[in-house]
Nanobody, 128 residues
Framework: QVQLVESGGGSAHAGGSLRLSCRIS????????MGWFRQDPGKEREAVAS????????KYADSAKGRFILSSNFAENTVYLQMDSLKPEDTAMYYC?????????????????????WGQGTQVTVSS
């Protein structure tokens, strides 16, 4: 049974930092696509960043570029989202998602496709 376990959400002031982590378990050995999406009530879900977990280069939404860094620890099946220079508009529920054993790294940049698994979400609240 595939599971995504998120941690690291919380509250921060504008300009502050938070680090989210997401570990995937119950998967076969191999690289996966893992990414973060966020949703604020009343708004559509949007992608934040994603990565192919084996030596992949992350892809970022414009809102995340220059402020967020997504990294992967392949051996630990874990990805980390370092969020710096936080803004109140970053406030949302952040969801980790995965595509298991994709045919190639290019799949991880397709935010319109259906992602296979989702975590429960972790709340990020940024105050001004």
């Amino acid at each position: 049974q595939v599971q995504l376990v998120e941690s690291g959400g919380g509250s921060a002031h504008a300009g502050g930092s938070l680090r989210l982590s997401c570990r995937i378990s119950g998967v076969r050995s191999g690289a996966n696509c893992m990414g973060w999406f966020r949703q604020d009530p009343g708004k559509e879900r949007e992608a934040v960043a994603s990565i192919y977990t084996y030596r992949g280069s992350p892809k970022y939404a414009d809102s995340a570029k220059g402020r967020f860094i997504l990294s992967s620890n392949f051996a630990e099946n874990t990805v980390y989202l370092q969020m710096d220079s936080l803004k109140p508009e970053d406030t949302a529920m952040y969801y980790c998602a995965a595509i298991t054993i994709p045919p190639g790294p290019w799949v991880c940049g397709d935010w319109q496709r259906t992602w296979d698994y989702w975590g429960q979400g972790t709340q990020v609240t940024v105050s001004s």
